[in-house]
């Protein structure tokens, strides 16, 4: 009996095999029985397309065209960086306080570009609040002033008072420079750009090994050669300037209050 029930026609035995991409019931002719059944642990391509773009895409179709709809999937987008916050204005009290502070501890003249930058505050205001500063130091009758010097700001002591700073400073110390090395930097500064040769007349004597210790001090330097012969040419450095609390070169007294009376015949006596 159970040959016979196995053998009827009405109870054909069905390939249980799935399909490997669908999983249909498949009977011994091919045909698929019944929907298409969900394979466990399977995932979908539609979500494969939304995971490969950050989940905000349709499903692609054949051979990465667009999706089902026609409009192509968008792509995953980097996030820009925040852009970082201005740095708070300061009030002029504020202000005032950061630049005294800052030239208390240069060591040599800043600019107001540098100034502004470290204070992270707009140039246009560093130039108007330091005059005012250095107003303020002056009306108030302070041993030192702020000026300009080689291009910068820095403080520095009033010359009515150079006579106690020098008796501090120099107390048991030699001077620094020799006459010799005082008159020729002199010549240079006046004279600049100007040759070796051309000092010596002025001077009357060789100043080969003065204008070297010159040279070595920092307080002047070479600055080209000269068309005609091409020897060198010597000018007095930023150092000088920063020395002598001078802006620039055109800042030296004149000349004329210094001079004798009779230097016309003295120069043509030398010619």
């Known amino acids: ?41 399977a995932v979908e391509p539609a ?26 999937g968008k792509r995953g987008r980097r996030r820009p960086a925040p852009e970082p916050e201005p740095a708070p204005v300061l009030d002029d009290a504020e202000l005032r306080g950061a630049l005294e502070a800052i030239l208390l501890v240069v060591d040599q003249p800043v600019s107001e570009l540098t100034l502004a930058q470290v204070l992270e505050q707009s140039p246009e205001r560093i130039g108007p609040m330091l005059d005012e500063i250095a107003a303020g130091y002056t009306a108030a009758g302070h041993g030192f002033e702020l000026r300009r010097a080689a291009g910068g700001w820095r403080l520095y002591t009033r010359p009515e008072y150079a006579t106690y700073v020098e008796r501090f400073v120099l107390e048991g110390q030699s001077v620094r420079l020799t006459q010799a090395a005082l008159e020729t930097l002199a010549v240079i500064a006046y004279k600049q750009p100007v040759t070796r040769s051309r000092i010596s007349a002025i001077r009357g004597v060789n100043c080969d090994g003065v204008i070297r210790t010159l040279v070595s001090r920092g307080l002047v330097e070479e600055c080209g050669t000269e068309a005609d012969s091409g020897a060198f040419l010597y000018r007095t450095t930023t150092m000088f300037l920063e020395k002598l609390g001078l802006n620039s070169v055109d800042d030296l007294p004149p000349l004329a209050p210094f001079l004798p009376d009779d230097v016309e015949e003295l120069a043509d006596a030398t010619r």
């Open 1 to 41: 009996m159970a040959a016979e029930a196995l053998a009827g026609p009405e109870s054909a035995i069905l390939d249980t095999s799935r399909s490997p991409r669908t999983g249909t019931v498949q009977d011994p002719a091919g045909d698929s029985a019944g929907e298409p059944e969900a394979i466990p642990g």
């Open 47 to 72: 979500r494969v397309a939304e995971d490969a773009v950050g989940g905000d895409a349709r499903p692609a179709g054949p051979e990465g065209q667009s999706g089902a709809d026609g409009v192509p």
